[in-house]
């Protein structure tokens, strides 16, 4: 203790006690950040529920509907590119809408 000195002892219980608390603040705020990046259980089991209606909903609709809901595959998007006799198969956009919106608007009349 002559050694060193008093003043030294307590500046090396200084920097302890500082170090000590700024790791529990940065181990704070990390917690804090990580767990405010997850979904909560209530966004969890709105999006479950939300999935479920919609396959209900996609389940129960007409086969005319749900072609219409489904998003198309990247072969799909390929399928520009081909030949004149395929090209006689493609059905206009604006024709397939139409009837989409007619079958739509039939369901929810029903409903």
């Known amino acids: 203790m002559r050694r060193y000195g008093r003043s030294a002892l307590t500046m090396a219980l200084v920097v302890l006690l500082f170090a000590e608390h700024a790791f529990l603040a940065l181990r704070w705020l990390l917690v804090r950040a990580m767990a405010s990046s997850w979904p909560s259980a209530y966004d969890r089991i709105v999006a479950r529920d939300r999935a479920r209606s919609r396959r209900r909903w996609l389940d129960s609709a007409p086969l005319a509907v749900r072609d219409l809901a489904y998003e198309p ?3 799909d998007a390929d399928a520009d590119t081909t ?18 919106l007619q079958v739509i608007d039939d369901v929810f009349k029903a409903a």
């Open 73 to 75: 595959s990247a072969a």
């Open 83 to 100: 030949d004149a006799a395929d090209a006689a198969d493609v059905v206009d956009w604006r024709t397939e809408l139409s009837h989409g």
